[in-house]
């Protein structure tokens, strides 16, 4: 039984009010809120049971270190992984991809081999690879969605040729909404012998996620979407692809013995997890997962499914907002743009003005902006606490916006 | 006092006690500006700002100092047009002595000039004091 309103109540922020207007906070696509367990979480570790981890055999540091560790077996829980030393914990997908691109690919690619990629990736799963475009000549090779936004799993696959190295795509698509099947291009792809690498940080969010159904190499998700603290994430990375990686950064933790003129390195996971990490933040994060677990992520699925269907009609219903992605199984992302004199940035002004808290700009995707001949827009992304009261909201003051800019 | 075409402005603004009616009237005045020739809109004169693309052209007259703007957002449009009221046609050497977060406070448009990068405002009065102190 899913209660909105008990949902609502357990994220303080929702009840404060921005300019004078009760907050309606459909920004989600680019940072979610915190429900007070994890706010609570957060302030338990600092006060009563902090320190340093896998540093110390003083009982705070054995704490600690039992809180933060025990995430990774939250995680593998969440993701449906069997083996958890196969998750890395990081600060979130930029920094799990970027480390894909060092510690995998850079190492095993030649000038002209290729990355296969969607056009609907985000900034992160694009400009690391750009790095080895521009230091080792290393070929990018996009593959098109089509007008509704949907992304044709035979495409990509299609796309891998014999110097193709790795398809890197996202699960679902921050500006349209997008779901792609990622376990049909896993397939095909291994098929052709290549890893697949997935971009989860809108996923994992708004559906229930199997990676070992899924069956990719590598698995990126990043905690500050998921409820969870900022500066918190992890990456799935596959056994078999562990042991073909180098270390990304170096420094404490990811060592085991140190000389004047050698290294060994730790056992993966802490192989890949150089310095004191983001303790606090990755034991919040393993609070927010366990929230989002315990209202089921079916049930969120499926309420994000019943805000999708009703803002998609609503919005459908006025011939004045263009939606960019009709995708029939889309999550709830709503990129709009409107006809007439109104750019994003006075739109989400406006809105801002009702309380309505949205993004306006390209979402760090400017290839799939220019590849849907659209400059800026304005993106409703919708969570778990949001209500179709707060979806009429929205669509009243897109009304004033249209009354105001014509 | 700022200058006769502000006060003119902020004279205005007053009689507006809502949000609503100062964006309105605003976005009147982004729509009543005359647009920057697109021959001007190329990256040396472009602001950078995040979410809308703003352009900025300043010269010297006689020792005064004018700059042309546009943008194609309409709210930021507005602001220029406030901005153009605020710096025209002032001797040079006073546009530094523009408070622009006061002004624009008077307008209850301050919020523009806080650090959020995305409006491009902040960056527009950077560009506006550089320039007259070359």
């Known amino acids: ?406 | 006092m700022a200058t006769e075409a502000f006060e003119e402005i902020a004279e205005t603004f007053d009689f507006l006690d809502d949000w609503e009616d100062r964006y309105r009237h605003l976005i009147d005045m982004g729509k009543a500006m005359p647009p920057l020739d697109d021959a001007f809109k190329v990256p040396a004169t472009k602001v950078n700002g995040c979410a809308s693309q703003v352009w900025l052209v300043p010269h010297r007259d006689d020792g005064l100092f004018r700059f042309e703007g546009d943008s194609d957002a309409m709210i930021v449009r507005g602001l220029i047009a406030v901005l153009a009221a605020l710096y025209n046609d002032l001797p040079v050497d006073e546009v530094a002595k523009v408070d622009a977060r006061a002004e624009l406070g008077r307008l209850g448009l301050n919020e523009h000039l806080s650090a959020q990068r995305s409006n491009g405002v902040r960056a527009m009065v950077e560009r506006i004091g550089q320039f007259a102190a070359e």
């Open chain 1, 1 to 406: 039984m899913f209660d909105i309103d008990a949902v609502r109540a357990d994220f303080p922020i929702l009840s404060r009010e921005v300019n004078g207007k009760p907050l309606v906070y459909l920004d989600n696509g680019a940072s979610a809120q915190k429900p007070q367990v994890v706010i609570d979480a957060i302030t338990q570790a600092y006060s009563q049971e902090y320190s340093n981890v896998h540093r110390g055999l003083h009982y705070l540091s054995n704490l600690a270190t039992d809180k933060y560790e025990s995430v990774r077996g939250t995680i593998a829980k969440f993701l449906h992984i069997a083996d958890e030393d196969q998750i890395i914990l990081n600060s979130g997908t930029t920094e799990g991809i970027n480390m894909v691109a060092y510690s995998w690919a850079m190492p095993r690619m030649q000038a002209g081999d290729e990355i296969v990629l969607s056009i609907m990736e985000h900034h992160a799963n694009i400009v690391p690879w750009h790095f080895l475009r521009e230091r080792q000549g290393v070929v990018i090779k996009w593959v098109d969605c089509d007008a509704n936004g949907d992304l044709d799993p035979q495409a990509v696959i299609d796309a891998i040729g014999p110097k193709t190295k790795l398809v890197a795509v996202t699960h679902v698509s921050n500006v349209l909404g997008t779901v792609v099947d990622v376990k049909a291009i896993t397939e095909g792809a291994h098929a052709k012998g290549v890893p697949v690498l997935v971009d989860g940080s809108q996923a994992a969010v708004h559906m229930p996620v199997d990676v070992d159904d899924i069956g990719c190499d590598f698995y990126a998700i990043t905690g500050h979407k998921l409820y969870g603290p900022s500066g918190s994430g992890a990456i799935f990375v596959r056994k078999e692809r562990l042991a073909e990686m180098r270390p990304f950064m170096g420094g404490g933790d990811m060592i085991r013995e140190v000389t004047r003129d050698e290294v060994t390195w730790n056992d993966p996971p802490m192989k890949f997890e150089a310095g004191t990490p983001g303790i606090v933040q990755t034991i919040g994060l393993g609070v927010a997962l366990d929230y989002m677990m315990g209202l089921g992520m079916e049930n969120i699925a499926a309420h994000e499914r019943t805000l999708r269907d009703y803002a998609r009609d609503r919005l459908n219903g006025l011939n004045w907002v263009n939606v960019q992605g009709q995708s029939a199984t889309k999550a709830a992302i709503f990129s709009l743009t409107l006809t007439g004199g109104a750019h994003a940035h006075d739109i989400s002004t406006v809105l801002d003005k009702k309380g309505v808290a949205v993004r306006a700009g390209t979402h760090c995707a400017m290839p799939l902006m220019e590849h849907m001949g659209v400059g800026a827009t304005c993106r409703a992304s919708f969570g778990v606490y949001n209500t179709k009261a707060e979806v009429d909201v929205l669509i009243d003051a897109l009304e004033l916006c249209h009354e105001l800019f014509g």
